[in-house]
């Protein structure tokens, strides 16, 4: 991203580049609302040197929305979707907090005391996959907007919002590249009963199979429960029991196939073939499949945009009917 100037502030808002710069440098010549124009016009577009004082201006109305995470993760996906939604929410004089919770239920826990008093003004549910803690946080009365979620909970008992990344048609359409390039045998890894966006993964690769008439062998597949902290480890000893190996393996994220290219890569004898993945999400933190696998493209940052005006728009007509949207990645190959 280049380097935002004053003059590209002066620009946008039809003024001078001497006029910022007075607002900037406190100086006679610029009135208390020009002023605070350019300041917010400086914070919008993410000027990196902005003075004390536009800093310290203080926002009207100013509400609060927790972004309620599992897992703090800092991979570029979650980052990236993470700051455009906090940019796009600071446009409407909205800051967003982190709320923790772990992945895992327990007996001994509850939600955080923020989340039960009034000092929030909405909820952004993402990476949490626990149904038990995902319940809890579907009876919270704020507004809420979700980022997938977990199969056994049904649409209508989140109470809020639901965005997908979709994955049926493009999964079936990851699948189908595959079949024309000549493959008969492939595989399909991922937990499907994790997350929503999972399962419907999986259901667009087993309809493609079927549309060509392709057997779906179960030896080949890991579709069961996977343990949070230990995918590496299971995903290695599924491979190693492996007694015949498919020609190509669908994964349901690039989290999953930089696992399996790994063992490929330690154990190279252990394969009778070349074995082709597929993955999805486009994660460039995985260094041994970005660009060397045909993925799913999803725009992080409009995405992070598309939840935070979800949450205006469910927080400014909390009568609406809930909503369900498909966002739809694109298709990258190597």
Known sequence: MEKITMKDIADSLNISRVTVSKAFNNQAGVSDSLRELIFNKAKELGYSKLPYQA????????????????????????TSLIHRMAQELSKHNINLMYTYVPSIHTKDFSLPSI????????????????????????????????LDTVPSISDRQLNGDLLLIEGYCTEFEITESLIRDGHKKIGFLGDIGYARTNLERYKGFLSCMEKYGLAVVSRHCLTEKIGIFSYGQEINAFLDSLEDWPTAFVC?????????KQYMDENPKKLPHPVKLTGFDNAEEYANVAGHITTANVPTGLLGKRLALQLVFR???????????????????P
């Open 55 to 78: 800093i310290e201006t203080p926002v009207h109305n100013e509400k609060i929305v927790s972004l309620i995470v599992s897992r703090p993760d800092s991979a570029s996906f979650w």
């Open 115 to 146: 989340l039960l008093s009034d000092g929030v003004d909405g909820v952004v549910v993402i990476n949490v996959y626990d149904p038990e803690i995902l319940g809890m946080i579907s009876r919270l009365p704020h507004p809420k907007v979700y």
């Open 252 to 260: 349901a994220s690039d989290f999953v196939a930089h696992f399996v």
């Open 315 to 333: 927080t400014n007509h909390p009568e609406a009917p809930y909503e369900l949207t498909f966002v739809s990645p694109s298709i990258l190959k």
